[in-house]
């Protein structure tokens, strides 16, 4: 039984902190408020969506993509197969022909394992949740728009802030594969003195950044089904 991924109230600054205490590094504490941020990040086209959105220019749509007994059900789907193909990785879980290698690799830290197979890896599994969550979030957007003005507007104010924190999110999070790389490099170095399980531990880590930050990416999807929930 595979044991998925599940949204908790502070995924958010969960993922950053695990990505703080791999990088060795103190969590970062914010100097702005969440409104000050934001000002940053919203260009003047971007405010004026924004703002006609809030003054009641949102239209109800003509039909709901998702009936209303089915949007939990296809999101909590959608969370499964995503940390499935997380958690049945073969680079993080390899067979066991590959994992000999692997195994060498962690014992003799002269044997070669490159890091650039995990990188590559990682950027994958970031598109995939990228395309698959935009997909359900316009999915639900449409489910909401359905309903009434007020939710119309409510999915039309998602569908600008995903559009204008997309880019802000995709550069943030593209750091995240030269983060883990350091924590290679780390575990790889001390495994000469005292660590001749560093590869695994490595694999572990990195299976649970990417969790975690599939919760953080699911976020805006948990707001949207919150809407539905009281509508």
């Excluded at 879980?93 to 060498?104: F, I, L, T, V």
């Excluded at 999915?155 to 924590?183: C, I, K």
């Amino acid at each position: 039984m595979v044991h998925m991924s599940r949204p908790t109230g502070a995924s958010g600054p969960a993922f950053v902190r695990l990505l703080a205490r791999l990088g060795e590094l103190p969590v970062p504490q914010p100097r702005q408020v969440l409104a000050e941020r934001l000002s940053l990040w919203l260009g003047w086209t971007d405010a004026i969506a924004l703002s006609a959105v809030l003054n009641g220019g949102a239209k109800m749509a003509a039909a709901a993509a998702l009936p209303a007994e089915t949007a939990e059900e296809e999101c909590a789907r959608v969370r499964a197969e995503l940390a499935r193909s997380i958690m049945q990785d073969k680079v993080l879980h390899p067979p066991r022909g590959n994992a000999r290698r692997g195994a060498a690799a962690a014992v003799d830290p002269g044997v070669e394992e490159d890091y650039s197979r995990y990188g590559q890896r990682y950027a994958s599994k970031q598109q995939m949740m990228e395309t698959t969550i935009a997909a359900l979030r316009g999915r639900l957007r449409a489910r909401l728009a359905a309903i009434s003005p007020e939710m119309a507007r409510l999915a039309a104010v998602d569908a600008v802030m995903e559009r204008v924190l997309g880019a802000q999110e995709r550069t943030l999070l593209a750091s995240v594969p030269s983060l883990l790389e350091g924590h290679f490099g780390r575990l790889r170095r001390r495994a000469q003195a005292a660590a001749p399980a560093w590869l695994d531990v490595f694999r572990k880590d990195m299976e649970s950044v990417l969790l975690a930050e599939l919760d953080f990416r699911l976020q805006p999807v948990e707001g949207l089904l919150a809407a539905l929930r009281v509508s």
